[in-house]
């Protein structure tokens, strides 16, 4: 008995539908390219796991210190010297190229993370604290600018809420005596209040007036300069008593973060309380309705608008948050980095380095917390190579912005590498010869999502 396709097929009786036939409803031959099997599935896993964000990032930071070892290379005097015979004997070029980067790059490892030629245990550990005390005030800061870059909101004013969270604090920490347990969470929680304030005034003047957020913070960032300037300048404000240099008063032993583990290791607890903003901003943006509110503001003002949300309001919400987070960088500095009086630098540059910790976090926070660590890491090893190798510490910050810069061009980062590329990053052209290419290959196979769209 004869079978009968399906109506609509056009095809004749005793035709199988499920073979591919010729004009005149024969069945057509079979290419050997039919039966290929697809790919296994751990080909496509590690073919994911190299287009991912997280090899594109470490790969950016392997980058930038290659061409900062080219860097350290190229200013080295022996290297200078040697490259001046280079052709008669060019082994010496090269061994000295080799002494210079591993120099380098092991003064910065016994700086940041293990001394292996400390005496003692405690010496030799010594320098993961210091990373941990350097990285403390970034993470803060970066996630203030994380979390606004995440509600679509550019905040370059961390330096100035950086500044305005140090004066409260600053106030509240010389202003009156009181036991540990109560200052210094009276410290702490004025310094998160002034940026607060200074974040969300500029949160409310975007909302109310459409202002530009980045020209808002600009201008604030100097206008909290000098105004903590006439503070310090002024007597009987924050200006140190008995004295005319603009230098505040030491900040009281009980508003200080106690340290962690004793001298000479110098993380104190401001760590852990940075632990804990990373904690909250985490569960802020990712777990609470107000950060979906957030996130679909960030994504799409227009469809969040439409949606309900008031997104006025979440513009003055996410900038007081980033304010508070930066204003908690300023009480990190003042309380655990520099207890001895401060002037009006007292940011230390601290409010635009979180501006590339944000980015190399990709504004998530713990991505954040690694970027903090990587570059308190950075900056605590800077000194080491500074003082064994006589390396200038602007190295350092060249290698900083080397990683920014890749970070924001993940394309340049797979072309250099030879990894997969996501197919939005390949050309009209490039994406139309794959999928021509699949096709002629697998012909019963269906075409791609991607190539189809191309």
């Known amino acids: 008995m004869s079978t009968l396709p399906p109506e609509g097929t056009g095809l004749g009786p005793g035709v199988d539908p499920g073979i591919t036939h010729t004009a005149h409803g024969e069945p057509a031959k079979q290419t050997p390219a039919a039966d ?24 950016a930071i392997v980058l930038a210190m290659l061409i900062g070892g080219v860097l350290v290379a190229f200013t080295n005097p022996e290297v200078q010297r040697t490259s001046g015979y280079f052709f008669a004997r060019p082994q010496d070029t090269l061994v000295a190229v080799w002494d210079a980067v591993a120099g380098a790059y092991a003064a910065l490892f016994r700086g940041a993370i293990w001394n292996y030629e400390a005496e003692t245990f405690v010496r030799a550990i010594k320098p993961i604290t210091d990373t941990l005390n350097f990285a403390t005030p970034l993470i803060a800061a970066g996630l203030g600018v994380g979390l606004a870059f995440r509600v679509g909101l550019f905040n370059i004013g961390a330096r100035g809420q950086m500044l305005i969270g140090v004066t409260t604090a600053a106030f509240v920490a010389t202003g009156f005596s009181a036991p540990l347990f109560i200052h210094l969470p009276l410290t702490i929680a004025a310094g998160i209040a002034g940026g607060m304030i200074w974040g969300g005034l500029v949160g409310l003047l975007k909302a109310r007036t459409g202002a530009n957020e980045v020209i808002l913070t600009i201008m604030l960032n100097f206008v909290a300069f000098y105004f903590l300037s006439w503070l310090l300048n002024t007597p009987g404000l924050l200006q140190r008593p008995g004295g005319s240099q603009p230098i505040s008063s030491p900040t009281p032993a009980s508003a200080q973060f106690p340290s962690l583990f004793g001298a000479p290791l110098t993380v104190n607890w401001g760590f852990i309380v940075a632990i804990a903003a990373t904690a909250f901003v985490w569960w802020l943006v990712e777990r609470s309705s107000l950060g979906f509110r957030m996130r679909a503001v960030g994504e799409n003002p227009y469809a969040a608008r439409a949606a309900g949300i008031n997104v006025e309001r979440i513009i003055i919400y996410a900038m007081a948050f980033a304010g508070g987070l930066a204003g908690l960088a300023g009480v990190n500095q003042i309380s655990g980095t520099i207890t001895s009086g401060f002037g009006n630098g007292i940011d230390a540059g601290i409010g635009f380095d979180a501006i590339t910790v944000a980015l190399l976090g990709r504004s998530k926070a713990w991505g954040v917390f690694a970027a903090g660590i990587l570059f308190g890491a950075l900056k605590a090893g800077s000194f080491t190579m500074q003082v064994s190798e006589g390396i200038p510490v602007d190295i350092v910050v060249v290698v900083q912005a080397l990683i920014v810069l890749f970070i924001a061009a993940p394309p340049l980062v797979r072309t250099i590498f030879f990894l997969p590329k996501d197919p939005g990053e390949l050309s009209a052209g490039r994406r139309a010869r794959r999928a021509a290419k699949a096709a002629a290959k697998n012909p019963s196979a269906p075409a791609r999502k991607e190539e189809v769209n191309a």
């Open 36 to 59: 290929i099997p697809p790919p296994p599935r751990q080909n496509q896993i590690i073919r994911e796991i190299l287009r991912s964000n997280a090899v594109a990032t470490i790969l």
